[in-house]
């Protein structure tokens, strides 16, 4: 089992609609990020949270670190929307061993006009 | 200011080849992150560094190594080239730990080398 886990793996909506992305980990985590692939492969940064929810004008994460769960929330999608994204959580790996970050596999949204 | 910055963008090597994928940011970042992206799979980590002078391993660091003698430039060099290196490899700096407890630093990415091994 992958420490780190999305759903859906792909995704495809109409214009306008309301878009959730999940992520699921199975270990406690310092910080989680979500990510943003455009279709050229360009990786751009959505969001780093570490607790509770944070909104960056259509795009809304949210955290339960008690589940151990986030959410990506898309409003109002559109085309331009349409790329792959990822969830990574940051992991320590021990006291003597540091940490880092692990990636899920991403999950391919395509909004249509 | 550039942000980060790859080359080259594409290449294509036979087996056993040799080769350095240049990394380099102007952001006056402390970390920075050489990952690897094969198809359907997430980002793995290769190297990484946490300043000039220092580096660490990541998830998947053999037949990879790197150095780091400036603060801007983090090279990542293949030694021996195999058909499982065939990947898309991502430079990523940030000024602190996006991994660590309480930070509130991001990642900013490269564009990425596609390096096909034939």
């Known amino acids: 089992k992958n420490e780190v886990e999305q759903s859906p793996q792909n995704l495809t909506a109409q214009e306008g609609e309301f878009i959730t992305i999940n992520c699921s980990y199975s270990?406690?985590?310092?910080?989680l990020h979500w990510l943003q692939q455009h279709p050229g492969g360009g990786i751009v940064s959505l969001f780093m949270?570490?607790?509770g929810k944070k909104k960056h004008g259509r795009l809304i994460a949210t955290i339960n670190i008690q589940e151990k769960h986030s959410s990506l929330h898309i409003t109002a999608s559109h085309p331009r929307d349409s790329a792959v994204y990822i969830c990574?959580?940051?992991?320590?790996?021990?006291?003597?061993?540091?940490?880092?970050?692990?990636f899920g596999e991403g999950t391919q949204l395509t909004v249509n006009p | 200011n550039a942000g980060v910055t790859q080359t080259p963008k594409f290449r294509i090597l036979k087996i056993g080849q040799s080769m350095t994928l240049q990394c380099t940011q102007d952001?006056?970042?402390?970390?920075m992150y050489w990952y690897r992206q094969d198809p359907g799979m997430g980002l793995k980590l290769i190297y990484y560094s946490v300043g000039a002078g220092i580096t660490d391993k990541g998830e998947v660091p053999n037949g990879y190594n790197v150095s780091r003698s400036t603060t801007e430039d983090f090279p990542l060099r293949l030694e021996l080239a195999a058909p499982s290196q065939t990947s898309v490899y991502f430079c990523?700096?940030?000024?602190?730990?996006?991994w660590g407890a309480g930070s509130t630093d991001t990642q900013y990415f490269g564009p990425g080398t596609r390096l096909t091994v034939l």
């Open positions: 990574a959580v940051g992991l320590s790996l021990g006291e003597t061993s540091g940490s880092r970050l692990t």
């Open positions: 990523a700096s940030s000024y602190s730990a996006s």
């Open positions: 952001m006056n970042h402390n970390y």
């Open positions: 949270l570490s607790s």
């Open positions: 270990v406690g985590i310092s910080a």
